[in-house]
């Protein structure tokens, strides 16, 4: 079925499917982080090896992701999805199901793994049935799933797993995923046109190594890979921080998500137009400083706090200290979340447009092999004392400051292509913020 031939109802139809889609790979992943509270307790396991258990997550979809360019033009996409998309089913149910916390890791893994090829397969399924003049508005509706995970999805599931325990977040995405299954076995069309003219599994591999050859990929490779490292470092373990040291209890973490998601929804289009305006690399550079002050003053504020009113740390927040504390996390999730808008628009002006396709796959690749390094390391860094405090969160604070940093003198520096009304792109200095 061509797109000409797909009625308009039946592509709504296929694009909220692949939006549901990308609500559940979403909210897998973005669980596990407030969560932490809960299992480090259950399986006595050191923040370390928490911060493992989101790396491994990641480096399971990066290199699933970099893999998949093998492999994906090869198959109906249908087909391809519907299976992948099973096997993440019943990862994300065995982590529910896990015992113990070796097999939590390997379910993890598996889910990543499965998950890390979803959202291209997704966004390539939206360009092979949607019509050019209608895509964009298409693409909106799939990538609203993250906004509707971060305000609905997370908060959802932590009040879940407070009223039956940690396992049932899972259990539920589970079973929403098998209703999606069916939806997308009924609402996805056979996908089939993209046999006979693919680009075979040696040309995708040279074609990567004339990415890699290119010295401006490389440099926009590594402002990805900061993009990724300023969050990570302390993002997995902000709900540890906010319950050891601020003093929330576990009830009043889904705040943190529910105001951040909403402060992010209502924020996105804002800074798309002053990236519209001012500049990709200049509103990035506002953006990669503004995030400083969120992340210095979560690891700082209870200190503080502690040090004004005499309090031990730890001890339960009155209202003033919680309306803090949502307040900068929620600064920390727009800002971050902001900082994706020009990054994103940066890193897709770096790449040459000749090999844009292949530079986006592989650069999937690459922010998921930060996210779990930075995590990795994260972990390692911070470490609790002999009262179950957390300490050197502030290090890892300020690691993920020094990488926004870096991200703003590696931005300046990239070459920016702009589409000219010829046929060739012509390449454009990036000018300072």
Not at 4 to 9: E, G, K, M, T, V
Not at 43 to 60: E, K, N, R
Not at 197 to 221: K, Y
Not at 376 to 398: E, K, M, T
Request: glycine share 10%.
């Amino acid at each position: 079925m061509t797109p000409a031939l797909y009625s308009r109802r039946r592509e709504l139809g296929l694009l909220l499917t692949l939006a549901g889609i990308q609500f559940t790979h979403i909210v897998d992943f973005m669980i596990m982080m407030p969560l932490g509270p809960q299992l480090t307790r259950l399986f006595g396991i050191s923040d370390a090896q928490f911060g493992l258990l989101v790396s491994s997550y990641t480096f399971a979809a990066g290199v699933s992701g970099l893999l998949a360019a093998g492999y994906i033009d090869r198959f109906d996409r249908k087909r391809l999805l519907l299976v992948l998309y099973g096997g993440f089913a019943l990862a994300t149910l065995a982590c529910g199901l896990a015992p113990t916390f070796g097999s939590l890791m390997v379910a993890r893994i598996a889910a990543g793994a499965f998950g890390g090829v979803l959202t291209a397969l997704a966004h390539t399924i939206v360009a092979d049935v949607v019509p050019f003049e209608r895509r964009g508005r298409a693409a909106a509706v799939v990538m609203s799933a993250f906004s509707l995970a971060t305000v609905a999805g997370v908060p959802g599931g932590l009040w879940l797993a407070a009223w039956a325990g940690w396992h049932m977040p899972f259990i539920a995405i589970a079973l929403l995923c098998a209703v999606l299954a069916l939806a997308a076995a009924w609402s996805l069309p056979a996908l089939r046109h993209h046999l006979s003219g693919g680009a075979s599994p040696s040309g995708v591999w040279r074609g990567m190594g004339e990415v890699l050859a290119d010295a401006n990929h490389r440099r926009a490779f590594l402002f990805s890979g900061l993009l990724m490292a300023t969050g990570f470092t302390t993002i997995p373990y902000i709900t540890l921080f906010t319950t050891s040291n601020a003093g929330l209890q576990d009830h009043q973490i889904p705040l943190l998500y529910l105001f951040g998601g909403i402060g992010s929804l209502l924020t996105a289009r804002w800074v798309g137009r002053w990236t519209d305006r001012h500049g990709k690399v200049r509103v990035f550079g506002w953006l990669a400083l503004a995030v400083l002050v969120p992340l210095l003053g979560i690891a700082l504020g209870p200190a503080v706090w502690a040090w004004a009113t005499d309090q031990p740390l730890a001890a339960p927040v009155p209202l003033l200290a919680l309306v803090a504390v949502v307040v900068l996390s929620t600064a920390q999730f727009v800002v971050m979340s902001g900082r994706m808008i020009p990054g994103m628009a940066i890193l897709a002006s770096a790449a040459d447009p000749a090999r844009r396709g292949t530079f986006m796959a592989f650069n999937g690749a690459v922010q998921s092999a930060a996210m779990g390094l930075a995590a990795l390391v994260g972990g390692f860094i911070i470490s609790r004392d002999d009262n179950g405090l957390l300490r050197h969160y502030w290090v890892a604070s300020l690691l993920g400051c020094v990488a926004s940093l870096a991200s703003i003198w590696v931005a300046k520096g990239l070459k920016l292509h702009t589409q000219q009304s010829g046929p060739k792109p012509v390449a454009a200095q990036a000018k300072a913020p």
